[in-house]
């Protein structure tokens, strides 16, 4: 199958028998997984469970040890400079530059993605202004909170308008009121039509954004579907539960 | 070629030079201090050296710690997940590393320009006049290259920013013993001619004598070349392969 014929269809990546070992652990084991263009996917586990190694893979970070993945149509073996043109990355680590204030931040990672200068300055703008930062966009990212340094690494993300967002761990290190503003920020990405693919390991997080959850543990991805179907499937009021069921231990059990 | 993914990473670094005090005084505030402490305390006859020979030294001693800046900045990166933020981008590996090495670059020369002119508000009177100063740039800026190399080898092989700093001294102090303004004798000679930058010191202490036409000028700066395109290109490599994690 051509690049050019899987972008038609309505699959963003497509993961097929990953594996990623590193030495003796492996951290990946023969994932499958297919996300669809457009959807907010939610891949949920406890720490060491597999979901940044997963993400890592994709965004070409990581090389798999065995299998492959596509990632809008191309091969992370493969096609890595065709996906970094697609993708944008919010690391779990709040990735940026300290001695450099917010704007200045978004605006270098705009010129890596070779943003034109006019456009790169309208779309930091609206970023600071959605994310809540506009008034401080000009302070240096080393007085900022934990907080709204991890609002600018999603920004940063963002800046090049990316069609598949891969989000790890975003709201880690949030206020409760600041962790649902982003949750709204995030749930307004998926009506612009991008695909997002959100790791966490907070439950109400997955619950209340995903379209689709893929409980992964171990490397393996044990259960998958839409919250309600997860939660009927298993009679469980939550995907804590869930988890719970499938496993006996809890998510937040490794943290 | 992205152009405009390179200047942005070069004006990074100079923005990292003036705001962290640390990369400021470690680049231009040491080489400031050094010039002017080493060339009144040895500059003097009595000490029977001569500022006008120690000025080659004190520029190649100022370029030699970029060595360590590089190290710090690079492991800097990498610990705060940058480098790898950066791997995600459509940049590829090779302009991130060009602009790291035009910033060196740019770099070298600013500590040429500052060595010099403290040397010369201190006694410091080159034969020939102070035309030699621009002969003296491209040698520092392609000697530079061999800092930045040095500095890629010592972030590869140093997990923290800390370890990093230690770990320089391995490339530096060779260098500032055997290739800067410390005399040598007949034996230390042996071993400075494996060191970088005994033929820096060599090159411009001929161009700062006015002796211009000398064809030694010419065989230092082809060694100087040769040695530092090794030194970077071996450094990339490493640091791609193994450091980059």
């Known amino acids: 199958m051509s690049a050019e014929s899987r972008r038609k269809d309505d699959t963003a990546i497509i993961i097929k028998d990953l594996v990623k070992q590193f030495e003796d652990v492996t951290a990946v084991d023969g994932l499958n997984l297919e996300i669809k263009q457009g959807e907010l996917f939610s891949l949920l586990g406890p720490n060491g469970a597999g979901k940044t190694t997963t993400i890592n893979i994709l965004c070409g970070i990581l090389k798999p040890t065995k299998g492959t993945a596509f990632v809008g149509g191309y091969d992370v073996r493969k096609n890595l400079k065709e996906i970094r043109a697609l993708i944008g990355v919010c690391p779990q680590q709040a990735a940026v530059f300290k001695f450099l204030n917010a704007r200045e931040n978004i605006e270098v990672f705009g010129h890596l993605h070779a943003i034109p200068k006019k456009e790169l300055r309208e779309r930091t703008d609206t970023l600071l202004g959605l994310l809540d930062l506009a008034k401080v966009g000009n302070k240096k990212a080393s007085g900022y909170s934990g907080g709204m340094l991890r609002r600018l690494n999603l920004i940063v993300a963002l800046i090049s308008d990316p069609t598949i967002a891969f989000l790890d761990e975003p709201t880690v290190g949030m206020d409760p009121r600041a962790r649902r503003e982003t949750w709204e920020f995030i749930g307004s990405l998926k009506n612009q039509g991008k695909t997002i693919i959100l790791t966490t390991h907070y439950i109400e997080e997955a619950e209340a954004l995903s379209d689709r959850v893929g409980i992964i543990d171990y490397g393996k991805l044990i259960e998958l579907g839409t919250p309600k179907e997860l939660m009927e499937k298993h009679e469980a009021k939550n995907l804590e539960e869930v988890f719970l069921k499938i496993t006996g231990r809890r998510i937040l059990e490794g943290l | ?245």
């Not at chain 2, 010099?116 to 040698?139: E, K, Q, S, Y």
């Not at chain 2, 410390?182 to 202490?205: C, G, W």
Request: hydrophobic letters at 55%.
């Open chain 2, 1 to 245: 070629m992205n152009f405009q993914g390179l200047i942005a990473l070069v004006k990074i670094e100079l923005k990292k030079l003036v705001r962290q005090p640390a990369n400021l005084f470690l680049t231009l505030l040491f080489p400031a201090v050094l010039t002017l402490m080493f060339g009144v305390v040895f500059g003097d006859p009595e000490m029977g050296m001569d500022i006008n020979l120690i000025v080659p030294g004190l520029i190649v001693y100022a370029c030699i710690f970029i060595i360590m800046t590089t190290a710090q900045s690079f492991s800097t990166e990498r610990q705060e997940g940058l480098l790898k933020r950066m791997s995600t981008t459509p940049m590829t590996s090779s302009e991130f590393m060009g602009s790291q090495i035009i910033t060196n670059m740019l770099i070298a020369i600013l500590q040429v320009v500052v060595v010099f002119v403290l040397a010369v508000f201190i006694g410091f009177r080159p034969n020939g006049g102070i035309g030699g100063i621009f002969l003296a740039f491209p040698i520092v800026a392609l000697f530079s290259l061999s800092s930045v190399g040095l500095g890629l080898i010592t972030a590869t092989v140093s997990k923290t920013p800390e370890v990093a700093t230690g770990i320089s001294f391995v490339f530096i102090l060779p260098q500032m013993f055997f290739g800067t303004f410390i005399p040598l004798t007949n034996t230390t000679r042996q071993i400075a001619v494996f060191i970088p930058s005994y033929y820096v010191v060599d090159a411009l202490s001929l161009i700062f004598a006015g002796d211009w036409t000398n064809s030694n000028i010419l065989l230092d700066t082809g060694v100087i070349s040769i040695v530092s395109v090794i030194i970077v290109i071996i450094g990339v490599l490493l640091f791609e392969k193994y450091g980059n994690a």
